[in-house]
């Protein structure tokens, strides 16, 4: 049986993981940070979980609207980073934001690896 992870170690264990990770934090939809993890230098990945949130409201809402079933995971590209965000329950997510640089694909096999840890942690 694996032993029980912090959330600060799962989001470490998470970008530190992918060449190119940046930073992650696992919010309540509230906007509330649970814990955050920033590998080097200073990222405000807080601000960036809580704007987000925003926009994961909206594309739950079409997706209702649609009948395309419940959102699992949302990634965005911007000009500066990627921001993958995976849903963990209705009331929680994981942000985690990448380099253009960083296999994306290895990201995102990272974030569902940090997802079922983090769920056990949450205990859902």
Do not use: C, W
């Not at 590998?39 to 809580?50: F, K, L, P, R």
């Amino acid at each position: 049986m694996e032993n029980s992870m912090s959330f600060l170690e799962i989001l470490k264990e998470m970008v530190d993981g992918v060449e190119g990770g940046v930073a992650a934090t696992v919010m309540g939809m509230d906007g509330l940070a649970v814990q955050q993890y920033i590998s080097a230098g200073e990222y405000d990945v807080e601000t960036v979980g809580v704007e987000y949130g925003k926009v994961i409201d909206e594309i739950k809402n079409a997706s209702t609207l649609l009948n395309l079933g419940e959102i699992e995971e949302i990634m965005v590209t911007t000009k500066g980073k990627d921001v993958l965000l995976r849903m963990l329950a209705p009331e929680y997510y994981i942000a985690f934001v990448v380099n253009h640089e960083a296999n994306l694909g290895k990201a995102r096999y990272f974030l569902r690896k940090a997802a079922v840890k983090a769920r056990k942690e949450l205990a859902l």
